[in-house]
């Protein structure tokens, strides 16, 4: 059984920085895709970026150049670097581990 909890969220000024961590217990493999995704409210989950070992991240197109994803195997571990965030930054974002893992999310929100 593998467990993803998400940490790391809360309230940040428009252009300001928070870095989100997902942790997993259980059995995880290095080799697994890894995400995250976010959904703000009253529209569908999207992808934010996603990375596997050893190979190129991946970005949704609104947060290239200001998310960075990344991964500590040995931690079992995964973050997201977000920087000069925006207000429609603000969801919930989600963790994700390949096959079919998720977390319970975290709430980032993005106000004055």
């Known amino acids: 059984q593998v467990q993803l909890v998400e940490s790391g969220g809360g309230l940040v000024q428009p252009g300001g920085s928070l870095r989100l961590s997902c942790a997993a217990s259980?059995?995880?493999?290095?080799?697994?895709?890894a995400a995250w995704y976010r959904q703000a409210p009253g529209k569908q989950r999207e992808l934010v970026a996603g990375?596997?070992?050893?190979?190129?991240?991946n970005y949704g197109d609104s947060v290239k150049g200001r998310f960075t994803i990344s991964r500590d195997n040995a931690k079992n571990t995964v973050y997201l670097q977000m920087n000069s965030l925006k207000r429609e930054d603000t969801a919930v974002y989600y963790c994700?581990?390949?096959?079919?893992?998720w977390g319970q999310g975290t709430q980032v929100t993005v106000s004055s």
């Open positions: 994700h581990m390949s096959p079919l893992y």
């Open positions: 990375i596997t070992t050893g190979g190129p991240a």
């Open positions: 259980g059995t995880i493999f290095s080799r697994n895709y």
